[in-house]
């Protein structure tokens, strides 16, 4: 599998949805240092947040295959600059979460991606696991094998999914005023 380094502020779900690919149990903890396990490298949202600290996820980004900008679908602003992409010497994905919640604006969350300079944007609720698959498919390298390579029921189950996907999709620019 790619290495990935998730990057987004405070709150936007970079250790749960670290939880949830790695297939362990949901629970809430601060992140409080930059951890870094065999395919992911999860950030505190402080680093993205503050200009000093920002150094350091530069620095780190030097070990992943992949850069992730997390925007969650229940922010209000982003942090990230136009065309900050175009600086990364890796591949970015955009990555937007808390798509399940009520009241959630992934539609928001997707033009800030975009703007940003993302091309490829995942959907993804670490909760219920919508996306999830999309994303490790993402990631896989040619002789990976994953759980869901052998289970047919597992290709319904995407199947479902991506419909429930496509009612987040822009239909129209938004305006925000």
């Not at 000093?52 to 969650?72: H, M, N, P, T």
């Not at 994953?146 to 239909?171: G, M, S, T």
Request: with cysteine.
């Amino acid at each position: 599998m790619k290495k990935i380094i998730f990057s987004g502020r405070v709150g936007c779900g970079k250790t749960t949805l670290t939880q949830a690919l790695r297939g362990e149990r949901l629970s809430y903890f601060k992140t409080q240092y930059i951890n870094h396990y065999d395919i992911i490298i999860d950030t505190p949202g402080e680093y993205a947040e503050n200009k000093k600290l920002l150094r350091a996820l530069i620095l780190y980004s030097f070990e992943a295959d992949v850069i992730g900008l997390l925007a969650s679908s229940m922010e209000e602003y982003t942090l990230y600059a136009p065309n900050i992409v175009s600086l990364c010497t890796r591949p970015v994905i955009g990555i937007v979460t808390h798509i399940d919640r009520p009241g959630a604006r992934p539609d928001w969350a997707t033009l800030w991606l975009k703007n940003a300079g993302c091309k490829d944007i995942f959907y993804v609720s670490s909760v219920t696991g919508q996306g999830i698959p999309d994303l490790m498919e993402y990631l896989r390298e040619p002789g990976d094998v994953l759980p869901w390579d052998e289970d047919p029921a597992y290709w319904e189950a995407r199947k479902k999914a991506k419909e429930i996907e496509n009612q987040f999709l822009i239909r129209e620019p938004v305006r925000v005023k």
